[in-house]
């Protein structure tokens, strides 16, 4: 009898990706606002007070963009190595993703592709608050 195997990541995991596999905190910063992008904004704002103060500086980072239902974030967001994205995009033809790869929302050719941009905020901070709101349902907060 074959036994099987599977991983089981432990939370901790997301601050070790966040901090590892981004190089510094420019690249972190660039990978959120690359988020905004993918997420169809038109404005995009950063904050960032008292960057010296580790335990009172504030980086915030705001858009215009889709937003997020409590769905999303649970079974996509949440969830490292989701097929959420290439559900959407295997609506197309193969052609059609190689050529184009365009979110029908904003026919904008997506900057990100590994998920990586979500753990980014972890080299930034220790206290992750998330807010958005996906039109036509609740705003969602959460602390990560």
Same mark, same amino acid.
């Given at each position: 009898?074959? !036994?099987?195997?599977?991983?089981?990541?432990?939370?901790?995991?997301?601050?070790?990706?966040?901090?590892?596999?981004?190089?510094?905190?420019?690249?972190?910063?660039?990978?959120?606002?690359?988020?905004?992008?993918?997420?169809?904004? *038109? #404005? %995009?704002?950063?904050? &960032?007070?008292?960057?010296?103060?580790?335990?009172? $500086? +504030?980086?915030?980072?705001?858009?215009?963009? *889709? $937003? &997020?239902? &409590?769905?999303?974030? #649970?079974?996509?967001? &949440?969830?490292?190595?989701?097929?959420?994205?290439?559900? +959407?995009?295997? #609506?197309?033809?193969?052609?059609?993703?190689?050529?184009?790869? +365009?979110? !029908?929302?904003?026919?904008?050719?997506?900057?990100?592709?590994?998920?990586?941009?979500?753990? *980014?905020?972890?080299?930034?901070?220790? %206290?992750?608050?998330? %807010? *958005?709101?996906?039109? $036509?349902?609740? !705003?969602? %907060?959460? #602390?990560?």
């Amino acid at each position: 009898m074959k !036994e099987s195997f599977i991983f089981k990541p432990r939370a901790r995991l997301l601050l070790q990706l966040g901090d590892q596999l981004i190089k510094n905190e420019n690249i972190a910063l660039l990978e959120l606002v690359k988020n905004s992008y993918d997420a169809c904004a *038109t #404005q %995009v704002s950063v904050i &960032m007070k008292k960057l010296d103060d580790s335990d009172n $500086g +504030i980086i915030i980072v705001e858009d215009n963009g *889709t $937003g &997020m239902d &409590m769905n999303i974030i #649970q079974n996509a967001w &949440m969830e490292p190595g989701s097929d959420y994205k290439e559900k +959407i995009y295997k #609506q197309w033809t193969f052609a059609e993703y190689v050529q184009n790869k +365009i979110t !029908e929302e904003c026919k904008r050719i997506p900057l990100g592709e590994k998920g990586i941009g979500r753990f *980014t905020a972890h080299k930034l901070g220790n %206290v992750i608050e998330l %807010v *958005t709101r996906k039109e $036509g349902h609740k !705003e969602a %907060v959460r #602390q990560l």
